[in-house]
T-cell receptor, first 113, second 114 residues
Framework: QKEVEQNSGPLSVPEGAIASLNCTYSDRGSQSFFWYRQYSGKSPELIMSIYSNGDKEDGRFTAQLNKASQYVSLLIRDSQPSDSATYLCAVNSGYSSASKIIFGSGTRLSIRP | DTGVSQDPRHKITKRGQNVTFRCDPISEHNRLYWYRQTLGQGPEFLTYFQNEAQLEKSRLLSDRFSAERPKGSFSTLEIQRTEQGDSAMYLC????????????FGPGTRLLVL
């Protein structure tokens, strides 16, 4: 079982709709959760971090965390063509505040006009 | 506030040659991470420094790989006797202690081993 699992996609969403990206993780001790966006050929760019159960909103983005279900999601409202990218879910690997983060393989998102 | 920088951005080398990459973290960040990313995969952790101390190394980091951060500022990653399987994007990230562990990535060094 992979430590961080994501559907590889591609996920195709019409412009203006809500894109929903999901991620599950295996380490129950994980405390920090991140969503990165990566355009082709570029490095990952942080979109959101979340540390406690519930929702966290930042502009058009909402991260949701459910530690009991070991599940993290990212919602993108009013999807724009510029949102087309690969979205990487990342989870810190343990109790240490300086632990490495483990990435999923990413979900490719395509926003169609 | 300058971000994480990496040099070179691209490197083409022949199998068996040694290569060295440099990473300059965000200035106030004391933690520095190296990752490797291949096509279609997420970044894979290689190693991590807190100040000048190398605190963790992945099993992915074979004896041909070595990383240093001699003064707790910039870091170098050296690959000796490169193999075609080393072709990848090498990413550096940095974070600050107490900064919620948020890691900020540099632009990466893309390595192609012929």
């Amino acid at each position: 079982q992979k430590e961080v699992e994501q559907n590889s996609g591609p996920l195709s969403v019409p412009e203006g709709a809500i894109a929903s990206l999901n991620c599950t993780y295996s380490d129950r001790g994980s405390q920090s959760f991140f969503w990165y966006r990566q355009y082709s050929g570029k490095s990952p760019e942080l979109i959101m971090s979340i540390y406690s159960n519930g929702d966290k909103e930042d502009g058009r983005f909402t991260a949701q965390l459910n530690k009991a279900s070991q599940y993290v999601s990212l919602l993108i409202r009013d999807s724009q063509p510029s949102d087309s990218a690969t979205y990487l879910c990342a989870v810190n690997s343990g109790y240490s505040s300086a632990s490495k983060i483990i990435f999923g393989s990413g979900t490719r998102l395509s926003i169609r006009p | 506030d300058t971000g994480v920088s990496q040099d070179p951005r691209h490197k083409i080398t022949k199998r068996g040659q040694n290569v060295t990459f440099r990473c300059d973290p965000i200035s106030e960040h004391n933690r520095l991470y190296w990752y490797r990313q291949t096509l279609g995969q997420g970044p894979e952790f290689l190693t991590y420094f807190q100040n000048e101390a190398q605190l963790e190394k992945s099993r992915l980091l074979s004896d041909r790989f070595s990383a240093e951060r001699p003064k707790g500022s910039f870091s170098t990653l050296e690959i000796q006797r490169t193999e075609q399987g080393d072709s990848a994007m090498y990413l550096c990230a940095s974070s600050s202690q107490g900064g919620g562990e948020t890691q900020y990535f540099g632009p990466g060094t893309r390595l192609l081993v012929l």
